[in-house]
């Protein structure tokens, strides 16, 4: 019995004895719809149950794109296991065949319906058995007027294939030789190599511009692709015969790739090229043979009959690909990503993964360690291995995307290193959470062309700090960081943001080896955020600096935002001392409500001993208890104390007390006598500590700055 002869045969039963609730359900309904006729029922021996049907009174136009009739019969068949949607058949004899939305199938007749590109495992909980029927009957009446395909849905695959298969390598013309792989029953790969590595000799055809029928083929012998025409005219099976017998003998077995190019109508450019692979059961020379001892008919016979399988053949993995999947475009050229730790190895695998750089450079000298596994990107085969070098091999075979790796330290890279990192970028990102990297960066004339942005997370893992220059470079990422701690010493909500994490033993490497818990979970919300923002902000010319927080026990993530502050550089001893704008105001506002008495305070900041450089970026107000005359100025002590620990504390002891500051007012800013004693004083207890001393005056010329080193 034929294939399409059993889907319909069974016992005929009256509806009352069908069994199904599904075959149930659809018969009462059409048993009380008006336009529909129950022909008969059946039960199959798997169980299955099948319900005939005639639907009447169909909205089909006088002249109908397709020959669809205003009455037509149809079958629904109902299986036991109520695992998939009832299949539909159109049953007319001469039904046409190749409609939008019919299911391949290896038979004509009757023709299988796709009347639903729902997933019935989504639909079943209200799968409604009225409302079922009207999808059958909204099918023919869209398909008579070739509407059931939107116009902007994308066309169908042109074959219906037994497995899919994954290109490995982008197709190289003097290499037509495959390795091929069976991964499971429906999938596979394959990949272009050296001819004693392969497996399958590959003959590439590319067919004619064919219009879509939006209804998927399934060929099984070659003969089933002779209405496909070449880009040469000439039908697929001659095509590939002409290749065979042109290509030098060999036992390896053939695969055809066919290139099957399709446009919605006549008019309309190709908008889609599918690739199939296309597997005969015959190597090179057996095709040869056969047609050296048949007689021309029986070749070409014998040839048009072999059985054949289609894959489904996707491309390669490929840069601009992940762009297009992730909604993105090329952004950068080249990238250089200075540590690939706990954020770092995600935002380096965001950026290989969204396709928006050409070239990715990684540097970090760190091995991939057990205790990291908790919150690192790297698999477990990776321990023990240069994270750099992990990482690289996660992304190899990526088309197009270029990974360099350079494991070492960055403040220690030769000449060649750092022309292989740096040369040609277009962004820095330091991951590297040390102080030391982002001032060499931010500083160094090596660097000083190429823009950059410091990320990293606070102690505890929930807050995130990202700080971005300027295009011009304007707003360098040290001065970035001095706006930042200033941030975290004037706003309270950050007052315990670089508070210390709690600590683990690692037993690496160390009795006292110790490693911070931190939530994996904020990790991945937070590095995300890094990825995104790097992104963004390096799209504008401006500089930015924010902080993400991640709120406890809700998810939520708050943002605050902060003003990179300006800078205004003065030289005194070969020292170069940074004072902040927002300095320079408060100091000249206590000035001001001092208004006839001299007035004064201390200054906080940051110092730099290896470049001269001292960066003063906070001042404070008088304590209580200074004396101040229209002459002189003794500051008080009241409260300092408690001061400088909230400074140490809220910044980690990064900003520190640099020394005094007082006022002159309405005379210059000219050191008096007391004034030069004091800095004399003052810079040598300061140096017998091996810190600098700063001293500043505000008089109505503006600032005066001096220190010593």
């Known amino acids: 019995m034929s294939a399409e002869a059993k889907i319909l045969k069974g016992t005929i039963v009256r509806g009352e004895q069908l069994k199904l609730p599904r075959t149930k359900a659809l018969y009462a309904s059409a048993a ?101 029927i009207q999808s059958i009957r909204r099918w023919f009446e869209l398909n008579s007027i070739n509407q059931l395909h939107e116009s902007d849905r994308p066309l169908e695959v042109f074959f219906v294939p037994d497995e899919v298969c994954v290109m490995l390598n982008e197709p190289d013309a003097s290499k037509p ?58 039908p697929v099976p001659n095509a590939l015969l002409k290749a065979i017998l042109s290509t030098p003998n060999t036992i390896l077995k053939i695969k055809l790739l066919l290139m ?23 190597a090179i020379s057996e095709v040869k043979h056969r047609a050296k001892i048949l007689g021309n008919d029986s070749f070409v016979e014998w040839f048009n009959s072999i059985p054949i399988q289609v894959a489904f053949l996707m491309h390669p993995i490929v840069r601009e690909l992940n762009a297009i999947y992730n909604g993105t475009e090329k952004q950068y050229g080249k990238v250089c990503l200075v540590g690939v730790g706990t954020l770092g190895s995600i935002v380096a695998d965001h950026f290989a993964r969204m396709g928006t750089c050409e070239e990715i450079v990684m540097i970090d000298n760190d091995y991939f360690s057990p205790h990291n596994f908790a919150r690192h990107t790297l698999p477990f085969q990776s321990l023990m ?40 970028c277009d962004l820095i990102v330091d991951m590297s959470t040390s102080i030391a990297v982002e001032r060499m960066l931010a500083i160094d004339s090596t660097y000083e062309k190429v823009r950059k ?48 994490a709690e600590l683990r033993k690692t037993n690496q490497f160390s009795c006292r080896s110790e490693s911070a818990v931190i939530n994996y979970d ?31 026990n809700s998810g939520e993530v708050e943002i605050i935002k902060i003003l990179a502050e300006k800078w205004e550089s003065f030289e005194y001893g070969g020292c170069s001392v940074l004072v902040c ?8 506002k206590y000035a001001e409500i001092a208004d006839r008495n001299e007035t004064g305070g201390c200054i906080f900041g940051c110092y730099d001993k290896d470049r001269h450089i001292i960066y003063i970026l906070y001042a404070t ?35 520190r007390y640099l020394g005094e500051w007082h006022s002159h007012p309405n005379s210059s800013n000219r050191p008096s006598g007391i004034d030069d004693n004091q800095y004399e004083d003052m810079s040598k207890t300061h140096g017998e500590q091996d810190i600098p001393f700063v001293q500043m005056i505000y008089g109505t010329n503006g600032l005066f700055v001096r220190c010593k080193m």
Request: proline content about 4%.
């Open 260 to 282: 099957v190019k399709e446009k919605r109508n006549k008019s309309s450019n190709t908008e889609y090229t599918g690739m199939f692979l296309i597997t005969l059961p015959f």
């Open 621 to 655: 107000s008088a304590p209580e208890d200074s004396i101040a005359t229209s002459t002189s100025f003794i500051r008080g002590t009241v409260g300092l104390k408690e001061l400088c620990e909230k400074v140490n504390e809220r910044t980690f002891f990064q900003v």
């Open 177 to 234: 030789y495959l390795k091929y792989q069976h991964i499971t029953d429906r999938t596979s790969t394959f990949e272009f190599v050296e001819k004693n590595e392969a497996s399958h000799y590959l003959i590439t055809l590319q067919t004619d511009d064919l219009i879509s029928r939006n209804f998927a083929q399934l060929p099984r012998i070659l003969s089933d692709l002779s209405s496909i025409l070449t880009n040469n005219n000439i």
């Open 385 to 424: 291995r240069l994270k750099v070098d992990g990482l690289k091999k996660q992304y190899i075979g990526v088309s197009g995307q270029k990974i360099r790796t350079i494991p070492a330290n960055v403040c220690s890279l030769t000449k060649g290193q750092i022309a292989m990192a740096f040369d040609g």
């Open 522 to 552: 904020n990790v991945g919300i937070l590095a995300s955020i890094a990825s995104q923002q790097i992104k963004l902000r390096s799209i504008v010319n401006d500089s930015s600096i924010g902080i993400w927080h991640v709120k406890d």
């Open 581 to 588: 704008g927002s300095v320079t105001s408060e100091v000249s």
């Open 453 to 500: 942005c410091t990320a990293f997370l606070n102690p505890k893992g929930v807050d995130l700090v990202l700080l971005m220059e300027d295009k011009e470079r304007n707003d360098r990422l040290d001065l970035l960081e001095m706006s930042y701690y200033r941030e975290l010493i004037t706003n309270n909500k950050l007052s315990d943001h670089l508070n210390a």
């Open 32 to 132: 009380v719809h008006p336009l529909v006729r129950i022909t008969s029922c059946k039960i199959k021996s798997d169980g299955s149950e099948i319900i005939e049907l005639v639907l009447s009174r169909l909205e089909i136009p006088e002249e109908p794109v397709f020959a669809i009739n205003t009455e037509e019969p149809v079958a629904i068949v109902c299986h036991k296991d109520d695992l998939y949607l009832p299949e539909v058949y159109a049953t007319r004899n001469d039904f046409p065949l190749g409609l939008p939305h019919s299911n391949a199938r290896p038979y004509s007749y009757p023709v299988s319906m796709c009347v639903s590109d729902v997933s019935f495992a989504d639909m079943r909980m209200q799968f409604n058995a009225y409302d079922f």
